[in-house]
Structure formats: C-alpha cells, structure tokens
C-alpha cells in the first residue's frame, strides 16, 4: 500500500512540476512579448484550453495570429484565404485531445526563437517574430493549401516590401543585400563566399557591414551574370525561410 501510494505521490509531484515550468516559461515569454503578440498568445492557451488538449501547438499560435487584424490582412494581400485558413485550423484543432499543460516540440521553437530574435534586437518579440518561425513550422502544408506562401509574406513584413524584380540584360549592375532579423549571419557568409567567390575574411567584412549599415553593396556585375547569382541566393534562402533581401541595383 505504501508503495502505491509513494508511486502517486510521485506521479502528482511530476505533474505539479511539470505545471509549475510552464506557468514559470508562461510568464517569461508574456514579459518578452509586445502587446499584440501577448494576445495571440493567450488566444493559443483559450483555444487549448477550452478544447482540454494535452499541448499547446504551432496549430493553436497560428489561430492565434489569425485573430490578429494586421496579421489577417498581411495573408489577404498575399492571396491567402484567411476564412478558409481558419477553418482548416479549427479542424485540426477539434480532432485533437487531450489537457492543456505543456507545449509541443514545434511550439516551443516557434516561442523560443522569436525570445532570441527580440533579445537580439534588444526588443519586445512581436508577431512578426512569431510568424518567422512558423514559416517553418509544422503548419507550412496548411498555409500551403490556403495558397499562402508564408517565406514570401515574411519577406514584406520584414522589408515593408515585396520581393523586387531581377533585370537580366543591359550593363553592368550592384548586387546589394540588405540587412533582416531573421536570416543567419552564417547563411550570407556562405553565400558570399560560395555563389560571389569572396574569400571568408571580406565575406564576414562584408556581413557585418549589412548589420551593422542596413545594406551593402557586394559585387559588381554584368546584369546577365547578377540575375543568376542573386536567384541562385533566393533559391538557397527560401527552403530556410530566410527572408534575404538580394537584388540588383544601377551601379
């Protein structure tokens, strides 16, 4: 009898421990969030709880920022189909089950990255933040399906600009890259390095340069010869959902 009864004390203390990390992740990420990302947050925990599912999961933080008014609209002007994006979420959420306690794998990322993008930028996360890593996330097919490409909306949120357009005739040309919160360091270093040829030294030179200036211009080009290397970089950047700024300029 004793032993059953150490085995369900033991079972209650993993579950109130387990409660107790996520009221204390719960109330880091609130204090790190902006108010309209705090939102979508406690709208992601309504749903989860009030459907008793045992996890909080990209699914409920993409409703979330569903309900989001300039969220919703970003995803119209890209031709997303909110209306039928929503319902696609709600049922997927109504076939889950289970208590609302933890976050899933996916979730967590999704939370954890946008706490190091605003920590980055000495700043509050907003949705944007969040919205960058479900870009990766595990709901990509369902953005897919409501014709949203999630890597191209992020591009113009980041930018305040649709991706520009490449020239591939005339003369000479800049290739220019400007600077993002969320495309690795690493990422442009190896593109510089691989795609321009610049050797590691100047490409890291030059990396910083974007950082730190917003933009930088990294090579000169005849346009032909731009328009391929910079697709080349896009097409390296998008599987990533890297929303790299990379185009050609007038020299």
Same mark, same amino acid.
């Given at each position: 009898?004793?032993?059953?009864?150490?085995?369900?004390?033991?079972?209650?203390?993993?579950?109130?421990?387990?409660?107790?990390?996520?009221?204390?992740?719960?109330?880091?990420?609130t204090?790190?969030?902006?108010?309209?990302?705090?939102?979508v947050?406690h709208?992601?925990?309504?749903?989860?709880?009030?459907?008793?599912?045992?996890?909080?999961?990209?699914?409920?933080?993409?409703?979330?920022?569903?309900q989001?008014?300039?969220?919703?609209?970003?995803?119209r002007?890209?031709?997303?189909?909110?209306?039928?994006?929503?319902?696609?979420?709600?049922?997927?959420?109504?076939?889950?089950?289970?208590?609302?306690? =933890?976050m899933?794998?996916? !979730?967590?990322?999704?939370?954890?990255?946008a #706490?190091? /993008?605003?920590?980055?930028? &000495?700043r509050? $996360?907003?949705?944007?933040?969040?919205?960058?890593?479900?870009?990766?996330?595990?709901?990509?097919?369902?953005?897919?399906?409501?014709?949203?490409?999630p890597?191209?909306?992020l591009?113009?949120?980041?930018?305040?600009?649709?991706?520009?357009?490449?020239?591939?005739?005339?003369?000479?040309?800049?290739?220019?890259?400007?600077?993002?919160?969320?495309?690795?360091?690493?990422?442009?270093?190896?593109?510089?390095?691989?795609?321009?040829?610049?050797?590691?030294?100047?490409?890291?030179?030059?990396?910083?340069?974007?950082?730190?200036?917003g933009?930088a211009? =990294?090579?000169?080009?005849? !346009?032909?010869?731009?328009?391929?290397?910079? #697709?080349? /970089?896009?097409?390296?950047? &998008?599987?990533? $959902?890297?929303?790299?700024?990379?185009?050609s300029?007038?020299?």
């Open positions: 009898m004793e032993a059953v009864v150490a085995i369900i004390a033991a079972g209650f203390g993993a579950v109130w421990w387990q409660r107790l990390r996520w009221a204390r992740a719960h109330r880091t990420f204090s790190s969030l902006d108010t309209d990302a705090e939102v947050l709208v992601a925990q309504h749903e989860a709880r009030s459907r008793s599912h045992e996890t909080l999961t990209s699914f409920h933080l993409l409703y979330g920022l569903l989001d008014e300039a969220m919703a609209e970003a995803m002007s890209h031709g997303g189909d909110v209306e039928a994006l929503e319902d696609r979420v709600l049922a997927r959420l109504d076939a889950t089950v289970g208590e609302a306690r =933890v899933t794998e996916d !979730a967590q990322q999704v939370l954890s990255f #706490l190091s /993008v605003a920590i980055h930028g &000495k509050k $996360a907003t949705c944007i933040d969040l919205w960058a890593y479900l870009a990766r996330s595990e709901v990509v097919p369902m953005l897919e399906e409501a014709k949203l490409d890597v191209a909306m591009f113009t949120l980041a930018h305040g600009c649709r991706e520009p357009a490449i020239s591939g005739s005339g003369p000479e040309v800049h290739v220019a890259l400007r600077n993002d919160d969320y495309t690795t360091r690493e990422f442009v270093i190896e593109a510089l390095h691989t795609v321009f040829g610049i050797d590691e030294q100047a490409a890291e030179a030059l990396t910083m340069k974007i950082h730190t200036e933009r211009v =990294v090579a000169r080009l005849p !346009a032909a010869a731009a328009r391929g290397k910079i #697709l080349e /970089v896009r097409e390296q950047a &998008k599987p990533r $959902a890297y929303p790299l700024w990379i185009a300029e007038p020299t």
